[in-house]
């Protein structure tokens, strides 16, 4: 599952640029573990927020090849030593004709695995969210929206109701829900 | 509370010019080029000349097609990451007029190259005698010509707007080239098969492939962007449109360029495969004559310039957003499509009887790269003759602020 914090702060900005500047604001204030709850993508986000390139292209790249690999031996085997069959006086190993399946296969194993891989990856190695359905955000509609987790190393409500509102978001708000998400 | 997001547009630069390097560097390729064309003819090897002249030909009206046809997609797509390098190809599409009638001169080598050509030849044969209402010297110049002149047509009226929309902005000329650039695209389908058959597929008159325009279209997409790429990648470098082109449009670009290479080896395979697979002589023969007679060292480094290379380079995020990576694989790719038109070209050509031998293509790259020395030039009088940026294109904003 995705982590829900059970406390944490909420502020809203009204524009993306807005969204950015604060994001590049918290980055450098040394916060962790902070999202930004948006209505769309904001182009630029993944760099305001100071998040590293992810490590998924490195799967995808291992799980071609090992479409690759898979799908050239299945075909030898079978065609060349287990079951050799003459198709047209065409050679037992005819390359030209295992490429299709090479192709597919490795297009199979490249896009399926990678699409696993970032849905499991996403939901461990994800920034503790705000508890789902407990607090309304806005951020389906028209608000971009801060969360900081209080499970940020630095965390102190105080300090961090200050800074968020120093940012200049609309509506700050502290959340705690105590034992009431799945956290 | 937000307005002063909103930031100013960049300083617009002087008008493009291309470097005087450049230009002298043009200049000199022109001259070798000419001059190793002259020597050709002077020494009677009038085949030889005429195919160097037919690679260099094609291959710089492929680069000129390519823009008309690339600037089609932009428009249909709503590509607003490509407003800023818009001026790149309707620059190319200057050389549509001269390297047009260039191409037509063609017509006059058909002797030397087109078997079809000689009335002989067509008459002791059925097959040839068959396509005959096709390929015929009149038809060929009739049909090559038209195909030739509505490129040169839309290239011009498409720069035309867009230049008629620097004057007066607004979203008119934009959907004008919205329409024009969906007739067109349908139009050029057809033309640049017609174009492909009579230059190139008809040089081996028996052979027939129904891949052949798809490949030829391939070849000029993954040229064409490679060439964009080439010059958008040095003006990057070189700043000279700072604020206008960054790594973000050159990621884009890159990301066409990269998918060209994956595109040519999907579509030369699909060409391969079938006629191996079907197995007629037919059709074999052509991959026959390129591994015989010393082509099949140069018919088989062709994936490796084509596709291998590019693709492993290209692979990486960082390689197509970084112009001095993406330049050299580019500048690589424009010398494939040379290689491959050799490879297309050459071993169809018969000296009297024999077939012709697999040779270093010295003669052919020094013309090639007289007309590209002569496509540098015009496409530079044409890019300094407007403003190097579509300022009042609508979507120039949200091309400043593209994000790859």
């Given amino acids: 599952m995705v982590p829900n914090s059970t406390k944490g702060i909420l502020g809203h900005f009204y524009e993306p640029a807005d969204a950015l500047a604060a994001a590049a604001k918290v980055r450098d204030a040394g916060w962790k573990h902070f999202d930004f709850l948006t209505p769309f993508p904001v182009h630029g986000m993944e760099e305001a927020m100071g998040q590293k390139r992810s490590w998924l292209p490195w799967v995808t790249a291992v799980l071609a090849l090992c479409g690759i690999v898979f799908a050239q031996a299945l075909q030898n085997y079978v065609m060349v030593f287990d079951w050799p069959m003459n198709f047209g006086g065409k050679p037992f190993a005819a390359w030209p004709a295992f490429i299709p399946i090479t192709f597919e296969a490795m297009v199979f194993w490249a896009a399926l695995g990678s699409a696993v891989v970032a849905i499991v990856a996403g939901r461990m190695d994800s920034v503790p969210q705000p508890p789902p359905m407990a607090v309304k955000t806005g951020a389906t509609f028209d608000r971009f929206v801060l969360w900081i987790s209080a499970t940020d190393p630095k965390w102190d409500a105080a300090e961090a109701e200050r800074f968020v509102r120093s940012l200049g978001a609309d509506g700050v708000r502290l959340v705690d829900v105590g034992g009431r998400t799945n956290a | ?404």
């Avoid at chain 2, 449009?249 to 999907?266: E, I, N, P, Q």
Wanted: proline share 4%; with cysteine.
């Fill in chain 2, 1 to 404: 509370m937000t307005r002063e997001h909103y930031r100013a547009l960049p300083a617009v630069p002087d008008r493009l010019a291309l470097p005087r390097r450049v230009q002298v560097l043009s200049l000199a390729t022109v001259v070798v080029g000419t001059a190793t064309l002259a020597w050709a003819f002077s020494r009677g090897e009038a085949q030889l000349a005429w195919s160097a002249y037919l690679i260099g030909a094609f291959f710089t009206l492929g680069l000129g097609a390519f823009a008309v046809a690339w600037l089609s997609m932009l428009y249909l797509t709503g590509a607003d990451w490509s407003v800023t390098m818009r001026r790149i190809p309707e620059a190319m599409t200057a050389w549509l007029v001269p390297g047009g009638l260039l191409t037509m001169a063609v017509a006059l080598s058909a002797h030397s190259l087109y078997h079809w050509s000689h009335a002989e030849a067509v008459a002791s044969d059925p097959l040839l005698l068959h396509k005959s209402p096709f390929l015929n010297v009149t038809t060929f110049t009739v049909l090559l010509g038209a195909s030739l002149l509505l490129w040169a047509v839309f290239g011009t009226r498409l720069v035309s707007a867009s230049l008629r929309q620097d004057r007066e902005g607004g979203y008119a000329a934009t959907r004008a080239n919205r329409t024009l650039s969906a007739i067109f695209l349908v139009l050029f389908a057809v033309t640049l098969s017609i174009v492909s058959f009579y230059l190139l597929l008809s040089l081996e008159a028996h052979w027939f492939s129904t891949m052949f325009a798809v490949l030829v279209f391939t070849d000029i997409v993954q040229t064409g962007t490679a060439f964009v790429a080439v010059v958008a990648g040095l003006m990057v470098m070189s700043g000279t449109l700072r604020g206008f082109l960054n790594e973000h449009h050159l990621h884009s670009l890159g990301k066409m360029v990269f998918a060209s290479t994956g595109f040519w080896a999907y579509i030369y395979f699909c060409q391969y495969m079938l006629i191996w697979y079907a197995n007629i002589p037919e059709e074999t023969a052509y991959f026959l004559r390129r591994s015989g007679n010393g082509w099949l060292a140069y018919f088989a480094i062709l994936p490796a310039l084509k596709f291998v290379v590019p693709f492993l380079f290209l692979l990486p995020r960082d390689a197509k957003r970084n112009p001095r990576k993406l330049v050299p694989v580019a500048v690589l790719l424009v010398f494939a499509q040379f290689w491959e038109l050799y490879v297309m070209v050459g071993p169809a050509l018969t000296h009297g009887a024999e077939a012709a031998h697999g040779h270093l293509p010295v003669v052919e790259l020094l013309v090639t790269l007289g007309f590209l020395g002569l496509f540098t030039l015009v496409f530079g009088q044409a890019l300094s003759h407007r403003d190097p940026v579509p300022l009042k294109d609508p979507a120039l904003l949200a091309c400043l602020e593209y994000h790859s």
